[in-house]
């Protein structure tokens, strides 16, 4: 049963505390030679493109919401593998959020092996972002979950509405793609052992990439914390299995990056109050069903 209180707690955590709208992302992608640009706009439960084709390449995805509400919109961009279809990937999210451990871990290992996902990002109103990232020819679906998560956390199983967007493939010289790797970011690294390795400070108002080298999905929320909050006492609270508010927790607006499988990247550009944040995944272990934060994936970070 503790397992239950803290992965709800967890999703209380996750889940931000309404704020004024306020401010806009300004992202400075340096040169968009040959790189493809995509508005995306969400409403919590719906995704709207402004173009339905892009070339294969770096694409660099523009996204705001209109969702005022605390879940805001929470994008997810993904292909399906192998045999897995739009229903199969839908009764691999429906596991995924289940409050069974077991079926959760089931749901990790099922998403594992039907989607490769890329992001894209966590925004609330107000607090547009940038996610760039490199799409291979295919078809991508698209779907927002904010209004699934809202104020509580996910009740029930999710039945999202999926946009699509169609990558073709090009003439161009893929080597050509690799480009973004003279990008001066700094990255987080998302492992294996469930970890968040990188700096401890980050830009408020900038780019971060996220390197996921694990064999399972992640995904990476800010949270606003207390100046001085340590993952001593984030670990503390989860392992307490309280399921009031945590101590450290501040109203602001938090901000993520969705949906990462392993072996991809993606950098996130962003524009956000600059202060202390707790960097986290919930995405469920593939063995004991626990969101990775109570297993130790977060990370105290302080942007300015
Ligand atoms: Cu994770």
Redesign the pocket.
């Known amino acids: 049963m503790r397992r239950l209180v803290s992965t709800l707690a967890a999703l209380a955590l996750a889940a931000a505390v309404p704020v004024a709208a306020a401010g806009s992302a300004s992202a400075h992608e340096g040169d968009h030679h040959h790189v493809t640009t995509v508005w995306v706009k969400g409403d919590g439960s719906h995704v709207s493109l402004s173009r339905s084709h892009v070339d294969a390449g770096p694409v660099i995805f523009h996204q705001s919401t209109s969702n005022s509400g605390p879940g805001g919109s929470q994008i997810s961009l993904f292909r399906l593998l192998g045999k897995a279809t739009v229903n199969t990937f839908k009764a691999d999210l429906a596991h995924e959020f289940s409050s069974n451990p077991a079926t959760a871990a089931k749901g990790t290992r099922e998403l594992n092996r039907d989607i490769r996902a890329a992001g894209l990002a966590d925004v609330q109103k107000g607090y547009p972002a940038s996610v760039r990232v490199n799409l291979r020819p295919g078809t991508y679906y698209l779907m927002d979950l904010g209004s699934f998560f809202g104020a509580t956390g996910p009740s029930g199983a999710p039945n999202p509405a999926l946009t699509r967007l169609v990558v073709r493939g090009t003439e161009r010289d893929s080597a050509a793609w690799k480009d973004d790797s003279g990008w001066d970011t700094p990255t987080i690294w998302?492992t294996s052992a469930?970890r968040f390795v990188g700096p401890s400070h980050l830009p408020a108002d900038g780019s971060v990439t996220f390197r996921n080298v694990a064999d399972?999905i992640?995904?990476a929320q800010f949270s606003p914390v207390k100046k001085g909050t340590t993952d001593a006492q984030v670990q503390a609270y989860y392992d307490s299995g309280v399921m009031t508010p945590p101590p450290f927790a501040l109203n602001g607006p938090s901000f993520g990056l969705d949906v990462l499988s392993g072996g991809t990247h993606a950098t996130l550009t962003y524009d956000m109050p600059p202060g202390t944040y707790v960097l986290q995944?919930f995405?469920a272990d593939d063995v004991t069903g626990m969101p990775?934060a109570i297993m130790g994936?977060h990370k105290v970070v302080v942007l300015k």
């Open positions: 998302l469930d399972t992640h995904i995944c995405v990775h994936m």
